[in-house]
């Protein structure tokens, strides 16, 4: 179930209550040109709630905002659990991103706080059913936002180091995990010293890199992975414009480019190979962002968050089809939602924050083997896109204030 990409520095017990009852679906999503259905609410943990209907789909969409900074927070991931992945804080200089997971209770959706032991910043990006969280963190918190990063996996209570093993790293580096399936397979990516980024898979039990690649990039991001090791994420092409992928473990791809967009990145993959992310339409300050849900047999759908019409971008999705992703609001605050197909029950909002006790401190472990190749790629075409920027997707390199001790137990 993987997370996408943010802005860049960007032991589990069971939920109380799954996210929804009854088999996993594809789940439905919309398709450009629609129109809202309902108005949207605001109650008093600062959650809102709105119906949209665009096309033939509809999502029932629910505002969670970390009430530490309501100006700024991204949703990534969301396991079928009900658990979501995310952080908040622009990462500007006294504005560190800082990471928590949101547990669903029957009371709503608890805030238990994530940050690596000793950083100054920390993006929560993805996580799976078994407990295991990845992300990436930084010692730093530049006014330049020229951090470095370095990935990370949670696991049975221990942070862990993850570092791909190159001697040919940009300055800073910058190396994160942005996804994770129940195999405890990772996806991410490092960028090189010429700033070109190199996705990869990480196996967490047996200390592994793989290579992700695709024919002709100059640039790839693995950012999500399903069960079926099927790798969604996006890269640059020839003629410089940013396009989608999935790549399947029997080794298809399918290049995904939203027609007529400037740019498109794939951001999630859930079990039934529905992608999810985000095409950006126009450039500059005309420039508009849109989310998506693509499927090999149905295409592309566009979904947008009904108070974020142009500025949504969706991150992750489970089997049930329920999303999480971020828009930005008429005030110019980032805000996360998740969102549930229609006919589910709308999702509830936030209760109090929890600060759990503190975690051991972290492992190191970057393998020293080196990486092997796999996953080749000729990339088949289908429509025309490009990629949004890393504002508005986790790939860039944000900023943390001072180190945040307390650190999780966990679910």
Known sequence: MGAGLMAGLTGCQPVSVAANSGQPHGGQSATSGGRQTTSSATSSSGTTSSTTSLGNGRYSFTTLDNPADPTFNQLLGFNNGGIIAGYFGSGAAGHPNKGYVLVRTRAGFKIMKENFPGSTQTQVTGLNDRGVTVGFWSDMNTANQQNDNFGFYWLNGRFHDVNFPTRDNSAPPVNQLLGVNDQDVAVGFYNDAKGNSHGYTFGIHGGWFHRVTINGASSVTAAAINNSDDVAGFFTNAEGAVDGFLRTARGRTYTLAYPGASATQALGVND???????????????????????TPGRGFKTVDDPQGMGTTTINGVNDFGDIVGFYTDGAGNTDGFAAVPAGQPPLPGLIAATTPAPSTSPSTSTPSTSPSTSMPTTPSMSPTASMPTTSTSPTSTTSPASPNPAQPTHW
């Open 272 to 294: 039934f190979r529905e992608v999810v992310g985000v095409y950006t339409v126009g450039t500059g300050n005309n420039a508009a962002t849109h989310g998506f849900t693509w």
